[in-house]
């Protein structure tokens, strides 16, 4: 199975910064698709980047530039550098892996920004 725990988030006023880990299980940790989700209160949950396996990244485009998403696959981390944080960013954010079929999914870690 797969185990995921995020960490880094916290309060953060406007135009600030953090950086988001997850560490992950697996003896095969380098052929997950891993991903951060985001979910604020009263929306659902969206796709928020995905780095392959093969480390091409992909980003939404509410983010697009602001964040950056990374892995260390010897660590068995994945990392988000979150930049020019907003209000608007205020979520929970959720580590996700896929592996063949299935999904996993972190706790979550809140990132609530201030203004």
């Known amino acids: 199975q797969v185990q995921l725990l995020e960490s880094g988030g916290g309060l953060v006023q406007a135009g600030g910064s953090l950086r988001l880990s997850c560490a992950a299980s697996?003896?095969?940790?380098?052929?997950?698709?891993m991903g951060w989700f985001r979910q604020a209160p009263g929306k659902q949950r969206e796709l928020v980047a995905t780095v392959t396996s093969g480390g091409t990244t992909t980003y939404a485009d509410s983010v697009k530039g602001r964040f950056t998403i990374s892995r260390d696959n010897d660590k068995k981390m994945v990392d988000l550098q979150v930049n020019n944080l907003a209000s608007e960013d205020t979520a929970v954010y959720y580590c996700?892996?896929?592996?063949?079929?299935?999904?996993?999914w972190g706790q979550g870690t809140q990132v609530t920004v201030s203004s």
């Open positions: 697996g003896r095969t940790f380098s052929s997950y698709a």
């Open positions: 996700h892996a896929s592996f063949l079929t299935r999904d996993f």
